[in-house]
DNA sequence: TCGAAAACTTGTAGCGCTACAAAAATTTTG
DNA sequence: CAAAATTTTTGTAGCGCTACAAGTTTTCGA
């Protein structure tokens, strides 16, 4: 009674187990990793005891015996966005379906994103999936000289590695033709230019070429430097306002930025989407529960994390940034 | 000018950078792993040339040969949450305060963590953060016999490690005191059975005690498996209504939810906070973006997440859980 | 029942790095 | 300026696991 169970906390390895088991080290590294090279009778029994002795083969021995790991790295630039929940879902699903495991690591700025690649690297993770954004200058470098797989969501022909998008020029004009179609003339647009903006940049080309083929001005373009809450929708309304007090339509660049402008429009007594049609974009829990519900165009972001985990797999043939599926998402709003 | 550059991605090792720098192996990894053990003519040399190179180290190697490493592993239920998103900040912000990396892991069910949790194990990380829930069974002994550092954020005396978080029965008991305290005699309660309810099964017993206390009944109280989005907001606001007509006030388990009634209050002519008060919980963006204002409780949650690393280093005294700061958000609607 | 083919199991030889102790270089002291 | 004290640098010996090729056992057809 006076023997300490597990006085040492010394780890327990594949010998331990194989011991235990009667059998070699190689069988039970074969029941983990190639788990159809072992007969199924003596599989069972390994993993029986691996599980009562609480083994866990130790990922770190294996990666460096097998230069290669099972492991693939992701790097959020936020955690905030529901996009980017959608996005990290697509990816755990794909990699999970492919026998890997996913890791996340959360960067807030480009400096913290090139420790975090580091951290990766260093764990020689067997494929690195990034966010498009503003990047530090030896990330792309750094990438490429560890020879790893990456790819880059959101990211265009210009990706680091490959890039992942869905086309967000042709979601700009498809909803800027949606709106000049309902016959709205005088549409403003959001442009953000900081933070995440630049995986954006398609949307006010998109939205003056279809402006301009309309025979409509493109002038009512309000640029900010970040957009996040209802409050900037509200900011955003006043002075577009301020700039055209018939607006009749409003593009916004999320769709929390436009339920904060259509609550603005409901103080003010602007009817939605009679006065003005309200348009966000993203596809965001809250534009479904706003009344009127909002007009958004939808990302399937967990399409662009599945084709990210089939691109760093070479799942995917040609070159050349992978297109992913969006959709027109009409509703109340506009 | 046939040479090609980099034809064999075969990685680089410490001895390279050792050859390149005329200094051996030891030196190499000193800089890195102790560079205050390196004369800093040395180290700046070794780094230079480390840095040109591209030399990363492997991490799986300096774990396997150190038998620990310098990651912290967190597991989250989901990201949707902005609890979570300033918990995670926490973890992070203070594990590299401690020359820690953090990587994150997103679980949806029981399952997916028990696997989290052992690619986790498999990394040899030094130590665990986990969220309370619902875990799977085999979890605990998992960990125990790992014999890592494990910590249960929103846990508490019966947490898998060490429990970190606020006192929810406090916090409940202050909210439900002001209500009172406004005058509100027909408080309805809504307790939330599934997913991350179990973080919050203290609210009840306080909202009851302070009820009795005061002399109320405390007998409006909805029981749902589940509550997310501003639709679920609605749906209680109506059933509470149906029960109790005269209801002067409402404690929701989130903003989000709160939000949502608060909404249908305004749907239905209620005046918030003149008719009936809207008690959010959780301090969400949205309740700040709302109006009027939802009065709600402020978990800090950045301080559970800095707690959980304090205690994973080691740097918290005691036993038991460790308590952090929460706080009453007074605002417009209650 | 026997031999060949197929299926399964097992040594061997590192993977790249770090703890540790010992050696070398440098600085300080008498 | 030599000896002692201190700071820097360097071999050695694995960490736990897996690729691979070489056994060993089982299965199967004749």
Redesign the interface.
């Known amino acids: 009674m006076s023997d300490t169970p597990?006085i040492s906390?010394k780890?327990l390895t594949m010998q331990d187990v194989a011991d235990a088991a009667g059998v070699s080290p190689m069988t039970v590294s074969n029941c983990f990793r190639y788990p159809e090279r072992v007969r199924e009778k003596t599989r069972m029994a390994v993993m029986k005891i691996a599980?009562d002795?609480?083994y866990?083969?130790?990922?770190?021995?294996?990666?460096?015996a097998a230069g290669s790991?099972r492991?693939i790295g992701a790097v959020l630039p936020?955690?905030?966005n529901?996009s980017?929940?959608n996005y990290?879902?697509g990816l755990?699903q794909a990699a999970a379906a492919r026998g890997l495991?996913?890791?996340?690591?959360?960067a807030?700025t480009p400096e913290e994103e090139l420790?975090?690649v580091?951290?990766l690297?260093?764990?020689?993770v067997a494929g690195v999936a990034l966010v498009a954004g503003p990047h530090e200058p030896g990330l792309s470098?750094?990438l490429?000289?560890?020879?790893v797989p990456v790819v880059e969501s959101w990211a265009g022909e210009d990706a680091i590695g490959r890039g992942v998008c869905y086309d967000v020029g042709a979601a700009s004009r498809a909803l800027t033709r949606h709106l000049i179609a309902q016959g709205r003339r005088r549409i403003g647009f959001v442009e953000v230019t900081g933070g995440g903006g630049q995986r954006y940049a398609m949307r006010l080309p998109a939205f003056r070429q279809e402006m301009f083929a309309a025979g409509l001005s493109d002038s009512l373009v309000l640029t900010v430097r970040a957009a996040d809450?209802?409050?900037s929708g509200a900011t955003i309304l006043d002075s577009f306002l301020a700039l055209e007090p018939n607006l009749d339509a409003i593009l916004c660049p999320t769709d929390v930025v436009a339920a904060?402008a259509l609550?603005e429009c409901q103080?003010r007594g602007l009817a939605v989407p009679g006065d003005i049609a309200v348009a966000g974009w993203g596809d965001y829990?809250?534009g479904r529960?706003?009344?009127p519900m909002l007009t958004t165009v939808r990302p399937f972001s967990d399409e662009i994390g599945k084709g990210a985990i089939e691109v760093l797999t070479g799942d995917h043939e040609g070159s050349g940034a992978v297109a992913t599926p969006f959709a027109l998402q009409l509703r109340e709003s506009a």
Chains 1, 2 share one sequence.
């Open positions: 597990s906390p780890s599980a002795l609480g866990v083969p130790n990922l770190s021995a294996g990666t460096l790991s492991v936020s955690m905030r529901s980017f929940y990290n879902s755990r495991e996913l890791i996340t690591m959360i807030e420790s975090a580091q951290t690297l260093g764990l020689r470098q750094l490429a000289l560890a020879g809450g209802f409050a904060g609550f103080r829990d809250i529960q706003v009344s």
